[in-house]
């Protein structure tokens, strides 16, 4: 049951990225284009993302999820290395080739080589990503 709710909400999640147009590159790059030909269409499909999760976060408060033992904490408000470390890396994968893993997943089936050489690049990223973890802990933390 888990898997075949799991994939519902995947189709559904991927079928508004084609909607949106999210799965477009030059749509997203325009996105992060604030000084050229910027484009506010992210900004909507975010807002149409972040409200209902803000609403659902609050509905579920001291609830019981249906197909788990518990919901997930919140993430920890903390702001440290890894977090700026794995957000820029992220944000520079992402300006670069104006895909991020939702989307290039929904492209795959149609975005030529690019897509798939994204998803390499970023399994090789997921493989190095505890190597450098590792590496972040292992180093002394600034006052």
Do not use: Y
């Not at 749509?27 to 149409?48: C, N, R, S």
């Not at 999820?65 to 977090?83: D, N």
Request: charged content about 10%; hydrophobic content about 50%; some cysteine.
């Amino acid at each position: 049951m888990r898997a075949a709710v799991s994939l519902l909400v995947g189709a559904l999640f991927g079928l508004g990225l084609l909607i949106s147009g999210m799965t477009d590159t030059t749509k997203v790059q325009g996105w992060l284009d604030i000084f050229g030909d910027w484009d506010p269409t992210l900004a909507f499909v975010m807002g149409g993302a972040i409200v209902p999760m803000a609403i659902a976060w609050r509905v579920t408060h001291g609830r019981k999820p249906v197909l788990a033992a518990s919901f997930p904490p919140p993430p920890e408000p903390r702001l440290g290395r890894k977090l700026v470390v794995g957000s820029t890396l992220f944000g520079m994968g992402w300006g670069l080739s104006g895909l991020c893993p939702g989307p290039a997943m929904a492209s795959l089936s149609f975005g030529g080589t690019g897509g798939w050489l994204f998803l390499l690049a970023m399994l090789i990223g997921m493989g190095l990503a505890p190597g450098l973890r590792n590496r972040l802990d292992a180093s002394p933390q600034p006052v």
